[in-house]
């Protein structure tokens, strides 16, 4: 707790009123100085007594750079009185108006307050600590309460753009290596629910033994789904070995992710299962969006550890940084990605000196 520059004043002017009274009399102590003692015993009492207000924060939903964010804080007191609140934005985030959100307001209970931050940068980012600065009602004393808690803010990795040429090849290469990993090849089916019958439904597909079973006659109809498989690949991410250099060479591993994410992207559109392996992490085969959200997550928080214990040694792709840029390697084929996106076709030469042990020249950006 300490006085403001407006209860330094008061106290000054007490002091001064109560040095003047000695010489002009207890009167005018009483009319001066009593009213000024009161109002900053008040205040001291009013800021003192005041608890630590509780802070809500609501979850930020992820994203990829570029993309803009709304962060709601609800803030809880015992009672209403003025304060100024300041949260604190980590590196990767930008507040869209000023450096860090400040907000005079009056804290009461169920107080809420937004603001908006743009996502800069790949990676795990903190909003907080929290700061709160209560007031009394005459901004005489001030009392500042800290919330150390944080919360951090999962921004992606941007998605690479492919050339045509690397997605032909890549493409290529991975229904080789997945389609040996497909399931059941004979078309079969397999009973998944029951509907109701709608018009135009074949007769065939009429579940007969549970349409008796309904009261009134209504037909169900029986829905199956496919048990052919595309197969499953798992994509492994070779890390930077060296501390100094992985420390020094942020954005070498952000476009390395970047890459990561867009064979992601081409695996999951060629209806291939996806399984992810990157320094510690281990994601096996899957599809649909909450695993492509859980493969975006491991490649956001990725900062190039290399592979731990042989991890990946027994993954079908294999994407590693070389002095040319990031090399995908699927089943013996090798192509070379931009990750800026600005070659259409992949950079053969490039590959070549990549490689090691390689006696020959590639074709079309693949290396058998």
């Known amino acids: 707790m300490r006085p403001t520059l407006r209860g330094l004043t008061a106290l000054v002017i007490v002091v001064l009123a109560f040095a003047a009274s000695l010489h002009a009399g207890p009167r005018s102590l ?16 009013i800021v003192g007594l005041r608890s630590r207000p509780a802070v809500d924060r609501a979850p930020v939903e992820p994203g990829f750079p570029g993309d803009r964010r709304t962060v709601s804080l609800t803030l809880e007191s015992d009672g209403a009185t003025g304060a100024t609140i300041r949260d604190r934005i980590g590196d990767g985030l930008e507040l ?38 209560v ?34 090849d890549l493409r290529t290469s991975l229904a080789r290596v997945a389609g040996s990993g497909a399931g059941h090849e004979d078309g079969r089916e397999e009973f998944d629910h029951v509907r109701a019958y709608q018009r135009g439904d074949p007769l065939g597909d009429v579940h007969w033994k549970a349409s008796a079973k309904r009261p009134g006659g209504d037909l169900l109809v029986s829905e199956r789904t496919s048990t052919d498989s595309t197969g499953a690949v ?13 420390a020094g060479t942020a954005e070498t591993i952000d476009d390395f992710a970047s890459v990561a994410a867009a064979v ?105």
């Not at 798992?234 to 992985?246: F, K």
């Open 234 to 246: 798992t994509v492994a991410l070779e890390g930077v070995t060296d501390d100094e250099t992985r």
């Open 96 to 133: 869209v108006d000023g450096s860090d959100p400040v907000f005079e307001t009056t804290l009461e209970a169920g107080r809420r307050l937004t603001y908006e931050v743009d996502l800069t940068a790949r990676g795990v980012h903190e909003l907080g600590p929290l700061s709160v600065v």
């Open 264 to 368: 992601v992207d081409e695996c999951l559109e060629s209806g291939v299962r996806v399984g992810l392996v990157a320094g510690g992490d281990r994601l096996e085969p899957g599809a649909g969006p909450e695993h492509y959200r859980d493969l975006l997550a491991v490649l956001a928080r990725w900062e190039g550890e290399p592979l731990e214990g042989g991890a990946g040694s027994d993954s079908e792709v294999v994407i590693r940084a070389t002095d040319s840029g990031p090399v995908v390697a699927v089943g013996g084929s090798e192509v070379l990605v931009d990750p800026t996106g600005q070659s259409d076709e992949p950079d053969t030469g490039a590959i070549e000196g990549a490689r090691v042990g390689d006696s020959g020249p590639s074709e079309s950006g693949v290396s058998p």
């Open 135 to 168: 007031t009394d009602v005459f901004g005489l004393v001030t009392r500042r309460f800290d919330r150390e808690e944080t919360m951090t803010v999962l921004v992606y990795p941007r998605v690479a753009s492919l050339g045509s040429g690397v997605r032909r």
């Open 30 to 45: 009483n009319a001066i100085v009593a009213p000024l003692v009161v109002v900053l015993v008040a205040a001291v009492a």
